[in-house]
Each structure stands twice: as structure tokens, then as C-alpha cells.
């Protein structure tokens, strides 16, 4: 039997990474779920469980790129592979883009660039190693 995949999933939470782990995980594929919000990943890791699957909850902020290499050996620790990347994660500007503020832009590129990028770079070698890896970025 072959070993089961893993996907890693940023914005897990969030509406499109939930419906992703949910089908995901009825496809038999094992989850490291990442999000800023323990309480909703906890949720969401107690119902995933009943697919028989190892699910694996990951803490952290999508703005910060330096979280990556952390999620991905912590990932890695638990599942000892990741086979797909599924970069859901958003950053909701409450304003017009011409009207963000510097900072709130580097919050913004941050989460939909920067730490996929870095996580990217964090997975490759694992990615890689199963000769058929997969990255999504939304």
C-alpha cells in the first residue's frame, strides 16, 4: 500500500481552505491545517478526524514570512512528507487598495506573497522528493 499524501493548507479556517480540507480529507489525504486561530483549528481538526485521517494543526500569523520554515518542519515532523501546498490564506484590506496605508500594504503582500513564497522554499525538498508535488497559491 501506498504511503497516504499530505497537503499542507495556510487560511485553513477561512471559507476556501475549510471546503479544500473538508474534500481534501473525504479523498483520504492527510492535513497539516494552518491558520491564526487555534480555537477554529481545533474545531476543525475534531471534524476531520471521523475521515481516518492524520490531521495535524499548525498556529500562526499569515503575515509573518518567517513562520514558514516553523510550519513546515513542525508539518514535517508529524506527517514525515508533504506532497501538496494549498496557499488559502487571505488579507482583507477594509479599504481601497490606492487607499492603503504602507503598512497595511506590507500586511497584504505579506500574506498572499511573501509566506507562501517562503513556505514554498520551506516544502521544496519534500515537494520534490515525491516527484509529483503540488502548489496552489489563491
Avoid: K, W
Amino acid at each position: 500500500m501506498s504511503p497516504r499524501n499530505v497537503a499542507v493548507i495556510t487560511g485553513a479556517t477561512q471559507r476556501l481552505g475549510t471546503a479544500l480540507a473538508r474534500r481534501l480529507a473525504q479523498s483520504g489525504v492527510s492535513l497539516a491545517l494552518v491558520d491564526g486561530d487555534a480555537g477554529a483549528l481545533a474545531r476543525l481538526e475534531r471534524e476531520l478526524a471521523s475521515n481516518r485521517i492524520v490531521v495535524s494543526t499548525h498556529v500562526a500569523d499569515p503575515a509573518d514570512p518567517g513562520a514558514a520554515a516553523d510550519v513546515a518542519t513542525a508539518a514535517l515532523a508529524v506527517h514525515g512528507r508533504v506532497d501538496q501546498l494549498y496557499a488559502a490564506a487571505r488579507a482583507d484590506a477594509d479599504r481601497a487598495f490606492a487607499d492603503l496605508p504602507a503598512g497595511e500594504f506590507d500586511r497584504v503582500m505579506a500574506v498572499v506573497a511573501r509566506t507562501p513564497i517562503a513556505l514554498v522554499r520551506a516544502l521544496l525538498p519534500s515537494l520534490v522528493a515525491g516527484g509529483a508535488g503540488r502548489v496552489v497559491v489563491f
